[in-house]
């Protein structure tokens, strides 16, 4: 299964970019990843660790300290790094590379990815969550054109509408591996466990949409409002547009692959549930 979603995701890939010519060289691949913060956001991929088990009804406190030790090992940093890497060296081209590096090493660009880096690794989520609420219901009762601004710079950053399907798709991966390890007793068929995803998409979608408003009102709020509309435009240009939806695809391929791992995993932790 592996081993062909990461086909799927290099196809997808190379639809997005139109790669033909040769992709860049790893060490300037390297300095992409620090760069445009890339590597930071992989590495961000381990906290989402934590909500795992619940997919599968579980909790993470049920297993300790031992859960920790696993998460932490299986979405090793070096790892996801490496994969990413891979897979930009075959679809990442140095037109794309080199606009968006242009960008981020700018003033700016620089500024706006130690920002992003912070709120990649903030350990607490609630907190960022209710502080990013308040910001937004700050600019909406004061009709700020900043609000319109940050959805402009979400829209773009996501541009092909990739999160839904692509949260599905790492929801079906982990549940099936989980259950082909024996971790739980799935009691339907992969048809009917993606339609029943599925029909909870518009929930999914919304909750989505309003958790990028707020991380990014919670992000962004050190900068201007020109600031951020600055960011939305370069985001908007059909150049970094492809290096985003390039982006999104790997990390959530990497996303999916470390979660089957980590399905495979946990078999040494708890006994077998139904779902």
């Known amino acids: 299964m592996i081993a062909l979603a990461r086909s799927l995701t290099l196809a997808l890939a190379l639809a997005i970019t139109g790669a033909a010519a040769q992709a860049a060289d790893?060490?300037?691949?390297?300095?992409?990843?620090?760069?445009?913060g890339f590597d930071v956001a992989l590495e961000s991929i381990r906290l989402s660790a934590s909500s795992a088990p619940q997919m599968l009804g579980l909790e993470a406190d049920d297993f300790g300290a031992q859960w920790t030790v696993l998460a932490d090992n299986v979405f090793d940093t070096d790892t996801m790094h490496d994969m990413a890497v891979d897979i930009l060296g075959e679809t990442l081209e140095d037109d794309l590379l080199d606009h968006a590096m242009d960008f981020y090493a700018s003033d700016l660009g620089r500024r706006l990815v130690i920002a992003e880096n912070d709120s990649h690794m903030e350990d607490d989520s609630d907190t960022k969550t209710e502080a990013g609420q308040a910001i937004v219901e700050g600019l909406v009762r004061i009709g700020s054109p900043r609000l319109a601004a940050l959805k402009r710079m979400n829209q773009a950053s996501d541009s092909?509408?990739?999160?839904?399907?692509?949260?599905?798709?790492?929801?079906?991966?982990?549940?099936?591996?989980a259950a082909?390890?024996?971790v739980i007793d799935l009691k339907m068929e992969e048809p009917d466990l993606?339609?029943?995803?599925?029909?909870d998409e518009d929930a999914l979608r919304l909750s989505i949409?309003?958790?990028?408003?707020?991380?990014?009102?919670?992000?962004?709020?050190?900068?201007?409002?020109?600031?951020?509309?600055?960011?939305?435009?370069?985001l908007e240009?059909?150049?970094?547009?492809?290096?985003y939806d390039l982006m999104n695809a790997v990390q959530y391929e990497i996303m999916a692959n470390r979660y089957?791992?980590?399905?495979?995993?946990?078999?040494?932790?708890q006994p077998t549930q139904e779902l």
């Open 26 to 36: 790893r060490a300037r691949l390297e300095e992409f990843l620090e760069v445009t």
């Open 160 to 177: 092909a509408g990739t999160a839904v399907r692509a949260i599905q798709e790492v929801q079906v991966r982990f549940l099936l591996a």
């Open 180 to 182: 082909g390890a024996g």
């Open 194 to 199: 993606r339609e029943a995803l599925r029909a």
């Open 209 to 234: 949409s309003e958790g990028a408003l707020t991380g990014a009102a919670y992000t962004y709020q050190a900068f201007s409002d020109a600031e951020v509309l600055e960011y939305a435009k370069a």
């Open 237 to 243: 240009d059909p150049k970094m547009r492809k290096v």
């Open 260 to 269: 089957e791992a980590l399905a495979a995993r946990m078999r040494d932790l």
